[in-house]
């Protein structure tokens, strides 16, 4: 098997499954949809994308992101910002998203870590936590 970086299809990047009864799933998609990510491996982790927090009959804290489609708009730009946000993943706290980035895929990076390594978002110029 080849190893990505030097394969010479992209085809692992992304799908379209036309026959799927659920498509389209996410309206707001401009580029060709990419199934690949049908369930996005960033549930469990803090991510840029729009999500509302629900309690579910357990009274455990989950993330719904049926409102985002970040990891669907292009074969490339979903499978290049799921690869950046998982190069330094920061789990999820179960806490209510305060800032909604709406970023194109391909401009998402993730959150710098805070040194004492908590995963705080923070300035790397100078160290200071972002607000």
Not at 5 to 33: I, L, W
Not at 92 to 108: F, K
């Amino acid at each position: 098997m080849e190893p990505k970086d030097q394969a010479r299809s992209e085809a692992y990047k992304g799908f379209t499954n036309h026959d799927c009864p659920f498509m389209p799933c996410h309206e707001g998609v401009t580029r060709e949809f990419n199934c690949l990510f049908c369930y996005c491996p960033l549930i469990a982790y803090e991510c840029p994308g729009p999500y509302r927090v629900f309690v579910d009959r357990h009274g455990m804290r989950r993330k719904d992101c049926s409102a985002c489609n970040l990891p669907h708009n292009g074969y490339r730009q979903s499978w290049g910002f799921i690869q950046k946000w998982l190069e330094r993943p920061v789990l999820w706290d179960g806490h209510e998203q305060t800032r909604y980035d709406a970023r194109l895929p391909e401009e998402a990076e993730p959150p710098a870590m805070d040194p004492d390594g908590r995963g705080e978002p923070h300035d790397e110029r100078d160290g200071a936590a972002k607000d």
